[in-house]
Structure formats: structure tokens, C-alpha cells
């Protein structure tokens, strides 16, 4: 039988690079629907074919910080528009990839916009929209470019240097110095004390499955739902 959240509910991943939000949603997204959850499972920036092609520019082509922000929230806005709120609307669960905090942690604590001006125009971008929770994946940023694979030659990476089999080519972001990433990590950090009620911190300097279990607790206790998955999802892991 199929376990029916309390309501519909919007949950994004955030982090620093490297710090396994995309493998973690992924087993998010199994582990709900596995327990009978209608859910969406989408990215920032991207998500609709408009942010996807926004996506390649502000990742690979050089940019002011201001057009950096704006770019992101542009895609935001559509993505919001066309593919978020009305998943919501239709009483689904929303995972996503990055929101309003990688904003805010990357153009603002890295890049150093006013922070404030950031947070108005992200409202803005997504028409007040905000998360119910957001699950911080939180690894030292040593770690986190080792995981991509951009730490070696830090903090002077060629760009378009080729990635492992199945992953985006190293990223113009990726490439920035090590000081910058530090703010990042920083910022994130700063943003989950501003809203601990929304924001909970995770060690992810753990195995994905220690990981895992830790998120699944945590959804699935906002959620309302039972830790167990359906029968025939059981049947079917057991074949």
C-alpha cells in the first residue's frame, strides 16, 4: 500500500563540490518512491531546456559576478515557473539540486555580492517560493574537490579538462582557488545558523550509505512516513 505524505513538500540538497548531493538525492528519490511517494527529482541550475542551456554558459564561459548571479536566477525563475511549483501544486515531493542557498554561498560568501540584495532577488526569481527543508551536505572542501577531481591541480585547473566516464567535465567553478571554495563551505555554514529550523547540517565526510540513512531519517520524519518501503518494493530488492 502506498504511503501518502502529509502534503505536498519542496526539499533541496546543498553543498559544497563534491559533497555527494546528487548521489544522495538520487537514493532519496529511490527510497520514496519505493515507499509509494509521488516525487520529482530535478537540478540548478537546469531542470527545463531553457535553464539547461543557461547551465552551459554559466559554468563554462567567463562572467561577471553580477551576470553569474543573474544568470543562475534566470534559470531559477524558469525552473520554478514551468517544472517546481506545479509538481507542488499537484501534491508531488520536490527534490532539488541546489537552490537559494548555493545563491547566496557562491555569488554572495564566495564571489562577494551583497548578501542582501541576493536574498531579495532570489524571492524574487522564484515568486516567494522557498524550501520546507533543506539538507546541507557538509565535507571539507580538501575533500570535496578530491572527490571531483579538481583538487590536484588546484587552484590553477585547466578548463575543459576531461572528467571520469559518466560525470560533467570539470567546471570553470571547480577551477577557482582554494580560498574561494573555503567561502563557500563558510557561507553555506553561516546560512544554515541563520535558519536552523529549515537547514539541517549532515557529516558528509561518511560513506554514502551512512550518509543515506542519515537523510532518509530526516525526510521521512518530515514527511510523516514509515522507514519501511512498500511489500512489493521489498519483492522486488530481493530478487
Known sequence: MSQQPRNASFITLEGPEGSGKSTQMERLRKALEDRGVAVLATREPGGVPVAERIREVVLHEPLAPRAEALLFLAARA?????????????????????????????QGYGLGLDLEELRRICLFASDGLQPDLT?????????????????????????GLAAAPGRETITRIDNRPIEFHERVRAGFLAEARRDPR????????RSPEAVHAEVCQLVLEVLGLTSRPRRDAQARGGR
Not at 85 to 101: I, T
Not at 135 to 159: E, S, Y
Open 78 to 106: 524558469q525552473h520554478v515557473e514551468e517544472v517546481i511549483r506545479p509538481a507542488l501544486q499537484a501534491g508531488k515531493v520536490v527534490l532539488c539540486d541546489r537552490f537559494h542557498d548555493s545563491t547566496l554561498a557562491y
Open 135 to 159: 539538507l546541507l551536505l557538509d565535507v571539507p572542501v580538501k575533500v570535496g574537490l578530491k572527490r571531483r577531481g579538481a583538487w590536484m591541480n588546484q587552484p590553477h585547473l585547466a578548463l
Open 198 to 205: 529549515r537547514v539541517r547540517i549532515l557529516n558528509a565526510n
